[in-house]
């Protein structure tokens, strides 16, 4: 079942347009990567999904209604979380009070706070032995660690997830990366933006951007056959 359909979208800052008509789709159930280098549009694109930014033409469908001029707070209810590039958490407050802000559209269904809390400490032990600790202290890694927790904690059904890798180690990057899986089989559909074409071997859908224009789709298979990085890449 296709959750996410990206039509003809045009999205610019002022008079200087970004993304030139992009189209693709994600199915429910997958793990897709964008990928493409700097200033590609990547973030332009994952942003105009969650309704931070407003597209001049075109359209993003989720499960299959049109999201229209939907406000980013009623995306997030309507199951559409952002990990933004760069963590963003809130440097003065615990791990745990991180993670409840981000159930907040969903403050008044304790059982499901409950629940996500419990799944993220499950998916990133280190939040867990860390709960009370000021998110400003911790490790590039943990915070983002508690980035991905946080988008998780409004139980979305679409993660998106903006350069979990970017400053990390390879190893920290991995044990992100990998964490996809999990959020996978537990039902949560996954587009995450990365420059990073280590990410490949956990996604089942590749999309590769260049200048605001995708100029790879894939899915499968194929992607471990032809030599992304270095036709695209430019590695
Ligand atoms: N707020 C803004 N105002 C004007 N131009 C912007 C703004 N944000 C991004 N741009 C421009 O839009 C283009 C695409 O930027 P975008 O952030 O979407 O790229 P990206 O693929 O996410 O890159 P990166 O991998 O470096 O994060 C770039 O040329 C950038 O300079
Ligand atoms: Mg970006």
């Given at each position: 079942m296709t959750l996410l359909k990206i039509e003809s979208l045009v999205v610019g800052y002022d008079a200087f347009p970004v993304l030139h008509g992009v189209d693709f789709e994600v199915q429910e159930g997958e793990v897709c990567v964008l990928l493409g280098l700097n200033g590609a549009g990547k973030t332009t694109t994952v942003s105009t999904i969650a309704g931070l930014l407003r597209p001049r033409s075109g359209r993003v469908l989720f499960d299959g209604k049109d999201l229209g001029r939907k406000s980013p707070s009623a995306r997030v209810s309507a199951g559409i979380s952002l990990c933004p590039e760069g963590r963003r958490?809130?440097?003065?407050?615990t791990v745990r009070q991180n993670l409840r802000l981000g159930a907040w559209t969903r403050r008044r269904d304790s059982k499901t706070v409950k629940r996500q809390l419990d799944l993220a400490y499950d998916y990133f032990p280190r939040l867990a032995e860390r709960?009370?600790?000021?998110?400003?202290?911790?490790?590039g890694g943990e915070q983002q660690m508690l980035a991905v927790g946080r988008a998780l904690m409004s139980r979305p059904r679409l993660l998106l997830i903006d350069e979990a890798s970017l400053g990390l180690s390879p190893t920290v990057a991995k044990t992100v990366w990998e964490v996809t899986s999990r959020i996978k089989a537990d039902g949560t559909t996954v587009l995450m933006v990365e420059q990073n074409a280590g990410a490949l071997p956990f996604a089942d859908r590749a999309l590769i951007m260049e200048k605001g224009t995708l100029v790879y789709t894939g899915v499968g298979d194929e992607l471990r056959q032809v030599n992304l990085r270095e036709a695209y890449l430019g590695a």
């Open positions: 958490v809130f440097p003065r407050l709960e009370e600790q000021l998110a400003g202290t911790l490790s």
